[in-house]
């Protein structure tokens, strides 16, 4: 075979792969919603025939061994699932949203957000996001403990004076207040070394709390102005918004001073790294604690666009406790002993 003929060969290849990978993927996602729509449609006859017929609970049980029976190669008829059936059918009558919204998510994704979330408008948030984002169910239940719902947009910025729109909205958007850095575990006396230290540590749990699209650029951060030395905290790429982002990281509460040097950092970034393609680069300062009045006459006449949220996270235990506690390996080792049932609930998840 010629260079010339296996050049051509591998780029054919290739190009069936992603047209198989494409094919896969639809076929998935169709299963996936006439699933869902078969397990909508099962939970409102369910539901009918118990209002009609006046069918206890009992008849569930019932129901679970003769589907069991007649599909013994089927999963997904446990009596368990099909009370999460005869739920999601309660909990979603209308069919046409099933199918357009509901339909493009796992089942097992359905049923966590049934289970952890009571509000409908913030259930659609999830689904909406889940969809958008692509997140998996283990990332899903992640953001709902986080209380992403009630955090995401809520930072005190100065966007909409500084960005244009639509950037600045959804520069709005991508800030939290509080973070949640509950997966560090630090002491009372931390520094802000320590801090940045930990969450480049941890960088993959600190991106995902950050949110989509942020590009890890580096810590500590080195500017040369004019013979001077600057380093900054931390500097990401948002892909989105197309902009650097300068994070600067304090352990006590916000001070007016924070936002005065983040606008030197803004403008330093602008010039020295900003592309021309670029949007204009954020700041976000994070902070333990926070005055929103003092924050908003810091804001209020900057040029530079910048963001004032606050974190959280974990404290160490104090050092008697320490060892006193069960360690990761033994709860692990606890839960592994305690047998599963209905695991057929998440086979087509």
């Known amino acids: 075979m010629s260079q010339e003929l296996t050049e051509d060969y591998q780029e054919f290849l290739l190009n069936l792969k992603k047209r198989i990978i494409h094919a896969q993927q639809k076929a998935a996602a169709s299963v996936n919603q006439e699933l869902i729509l078969l397990y909508w449609q099962i939970g409102q006859e369910i ?22 029976s007649a599909f013994p190669k089927m999963k997904g008829f446990s009596s368990r699932n099909l009370k999460y059936m005869r739920k999601f059918a309660q909990t979603y ?5 099933v199918q357009e919204v509901l339909a493009q998510i796992t089942w097992y994704h359905n ?3 049934i289970e952890k979330i009571k509000s409908e408008e913030e259930r659609f948030w999830y689904i909406n996001k889940t969809i958008e984002l692509g997140w998996s169910r283990n990332v899903l239940v992640h953001q709902i403990e986080s209380d992403l719902y009630h955090r995401q947009g809520k930072a005190i910025t100065n966007f909409k004076r500084t960005l244009p729109s639509p950037q600045s909205e959804l520069a709005q958007q ?11 575990t630090l002491g009372e006396e931390v520094q802000e070394r320590d801090l940045e230290n930990a969450l480049i540590e941890h960088i993959r749990d600190f991106l995902l709390e950050l ?8 810590s500590q951060y080195h500017l040369e102005i004019e013979g001077e030395d600057f380093y900054l905290d931390l500097l990401f790429y948002h892909l989105q918004l197309r902009c650097f982002t300068v994070i600067e990281l304090k352990i006590g509460k ?18 020295l790294l900003r592309h021309p393609d670029d949007a204009p680069s954020i700041g976000i300062i994070l902070c333990k604690t926070k005055t929103e009045t003092i924050v908003e006459y810091a804001l209020r006449d900057m040029n530079k666009p910048i963001g004032v949220s606050t974190y959280q996270w974990r404290e160490a235990l104090p050092k008697q406790l320490q060892g006193s506690l069960p360690t990761i390996e033994q709860w692990e080792a606890e839960l592994d002993a305690i047998p599963e049932n209905d695991d057929d609930i998440e086979s087509f998840c």
Do not use: C
């Open 174 to 184: 991508i800030l939290k207040d509080p973070y949640n850095f509950d997966f560090l």
């Open 47 to 68: 539901l009918i025939k118990q209002k009609e017929l006046g069918w206890g609970a009992k008849v569930i049980d019932r129901l679970a061994s003769d589907l069991r």
């Open 211 to 218: 949110g989509i699209g942020f590009s890890f650029v580096g």
């Open 254 to 271: 916000f001070k007016p001073e924070f936002s005065g040097k983040m606008n030197f950092y803004l403008a330093a970034v602008d010039d």
């Open 111 to 113: 049923l966590t957000l």
């Open 93 to 97: 009558p209308n069919q046409q949203i």
